[in-house]
């Protein structure tokens, strides 16, 4: 494990590629290979979906009545699925590199989630978040992460453009 600035750095990325994309960037000025993590992947969706825009995902995959236990498209996972994984794996994370920084590069869905992981929000949120494109979110505890009943997480930054933007 690199440090950068005195601090033991780790980096996981989702495996899509705007996110290997973006976490080769931070490799290179960390000096640390990201390392592909599926948990930080956006939605599941099937794999005949893949390169679909948008509108021809929805028409073809599209299915009504989906909801936090329901999917709305055919094959795809459920949010409550997607909010399951990812905080498994955010919360694994933390635990595996404690005292240490992480680098996680994912998605808008991703930092969301670290709400849910992290913020101990519930599966449905009363608000939306809105999250930009290659922005940064940090949180951060002294307390074990695998803790129960689990530690208080501080949210120190959020949606914040990096530097040269």
């Known amino acids: 494990m690199e440090r950068a600035g005195g601090v033991r750095v780790a980096i996981y990325t989702s495996p899509l590629p705007r996110a290997v994309e973006t976490a080769a960037a931070i490799s290179a000025a960390v000096g640390r290979p990201a390392v592909p993590d599926c948990g930080l992947c956006t939605w599941h969706t ?19 009545g989906g909801g936090l236990y329901r999917p709305f498209q055919r094959g795809n996972e459920t949010w409550a699925e997607m909010v399951t994984r990812t905080s498994r794996t955010i919360t694994e994370l933390a635990d595996r590199h404690r005292g240490q920084s992480v680098v996680l590069v994912g998605h808008a869905e991703t930092v969301e989630i670290s709400f849910n992981a992290l913020g101990l929000m519930p599966v449905y949120r009363p608000f939306d978040l809105m999250v930009s494109p290659a922005s940064i979110t940090e949180w951060s505890t002294s307390e074990d992460p695998a803790q129960w009943p689990p530690p208080r997480w501080t949210l120190r930054r959020f949606n914040v453009k990096p530097e040269g933007d």
């Open 46 to 64: 099937p794999p005949e979906a893949d390169g679909l825009k948008q509108v021809e995902f929805l028409e073809r995959f599209g299915i009504e």
